[in-house]
C-alpha cells in the first residue's frame, strides 16, 4: 500500500465527520464565507472584489458538494457525487476547440 493510499485510508473516517458537520451547519458556514469576504473586500477597496467573490463562490460550492447537497449534478471529477475518478473514457470523437 503506498503512502497515498495510507494518508486517504486515515482520513476517510474525517471526511465522514465533516460532511456532517457542513450538512448541520451549512447556513452559518455560508453567512462566515460572506462576512470574511465583505470584510476583506472593504479593506483592500475593492481592488480584488472579482477575485474575492470568485473565491467565495468555490468555497460555497466546495461546502455544498462536501455536504452531499447537490446530489442530482455532476461534481468536479466529470461524474455524478461518490462516483469514483477516473471511471471509463469518454466514448465518442474528442471535443474541437
Known sequence: ????DNLK????????KVS????QHGDK???GLDKVAKTVDERTKGKYSDRIHTGTDKA??????????????RDGNG????????GPPPTGPPPTS
Open 9 to 16: 485510508a486515515k482520513l476517510e473516517p474525517a471526511k465522514g
Open 79 to 86: 461524474g455524478t457525487p461518490g462516483s469514483t475518478p477516473g
Open 1 to 4: 500500500m503506498g503512502l497515498l
Open 20 to 23: 456532517d458537520l457542513a450538512q
Open 60 to 73: 460555497k460550492g466546495a461546502m455544498d458538494r462536501l455536504a452531499h447537497k447537490d446530489a442530482g449534478h
Open 29 to 31: 458556514i455560508d453567512r
